[in-house]
């Protein structure tokens, strides 16, 4: 297939570079049959969101056809070439290498991210920031590149907001301030490991007190909730790596795969092989 073109009008707003996590944003209006055979990458991780139009974007073992209501986030350094089989605008962002922990979710994302991979996002919104780039090219006004900063910001929470879990708790609802405290150790512990012992002894209280009490505030047990924190890792690592399932259970020391399994589905309704088929098709080669 030709992935050749030519008459490519490229419009950057350069002052985006100066906000983080953002390290460069782009609209680009391609014309029909546009794009490049030769595999390339770039430094930072990168989202491709379609205002209208469609590409095609080809990587080493499969491809993704990015239409609006879409967007595709491609790690640093993957290998991709592209084409627009019609007349297409897209909006990309690079992203600094290690965004702040003040992005959250969105955050661990980029940074653990190792294969492309494509969700819905607000086509609305995709449009309103590639019309306010082109607007702020011609016509710059005061604030213009805060304003598209802050419609970045809006597409990376509909980043993370289409894995986080729902049933998340906030610190804010806890009666209890030393559990305020332990909900922070669990978020920061890394794979949501923690033993019940040192989660006690953050809420300063005795290991069958603070059961008890956790339980009261929570609806759920300890064991429980860390058990839900790791499958959300879990989670986050079929949809963001090719790691094989049983090379992740011994990150979250989990006795099996089979016990997995059941307790992924209990939470998801699904298998974790079945999830990672369904978020992303076209790498099916990942076990």
């Not at 009008?9 to 014309?31: C, G, M």
């Not at 992005?103 to 819905?120: C, K, M, N, Q, S």
């Not at 086509?123 to 590639?130: D, F, G, M, N, S």
């Not at 090719?242 to 589905?265: A, D, H, T």
Request: net charge positive.
């Amino acid at each position: 297939m030709k992935r050749v073109g030519n008459d490519v009008r490229h419009t950057v707003i350069s002052v985006i570079q100066r906000h983080e996590p953002v390290k460069y944003l782009a609209v680009d209006f391609y014309h029909k049959n546009t794009g490049t055979v030769a595999f390339h990458y770039h430094y930072w991780a990168q989202l491709i969101a379609v205002s209208y139009g469609n590409i095609v974007i080809g990587f080493e073992d499969g491809e993704f056809s990015l239409r609006p209501g879409e967007l595709l986030l491609i790690p640093a350094k993957c290998k991709h070439n592209w084409h627009t089989p019609v007349r297409t605008c897209a909006l990309q962002i690079q992203f600094a290498a290690s965004p702040g922990v003040e992005f959250g979710y969105f955050a661990t994302l980029v940074r653990e991210l190792d294969h492309p991979y494509t969700l819905p996002c607000s086509q609305k919104l995709v449009h309103e920031i590639t019309r306010t780039v082109a607007h702020e090219k011609s016509n710059p006004s005061c604030g213009g590149d805060l304003r598209i900063f802050g419609g970045a910001i809006q597409l990376f929470g509909d980043v993370a907001a289409s894995w986080e879990q729902s049933s998340r708790f906030s610190g804010e609802t806890f009666r209890h301030p030393g559990l305020i405290k332990v909900l922070k150790k669990m978020e920061l512990s890394q794979y949501g490991k923690a033993t019940l012992k040192e989660l006690a002894a953050t809420a300063g209280l005795s290991v069958s007190r603070f059961s008890e009490v956790f339980r009261q505030e929570c609806g759920l047990s300890p064991g429980d909730y860390l058990l839900r924190k790791r499958m959300e890792r879990v989670r986050i690592l079929l949809m963001t790596s090719r790691m094989e399932i049983k090379e992740i259970l011994p990150l979250f020391q989990l006795e099996s795969e089979s016990y997995l399994n059941r307790k992924f589905k209990e939470i998801y309704g699904v298998t974790p092989h079945r999830f990672r088929k369904s978020c992303n098709p076209a790498f099916l080669g990942t076990k």
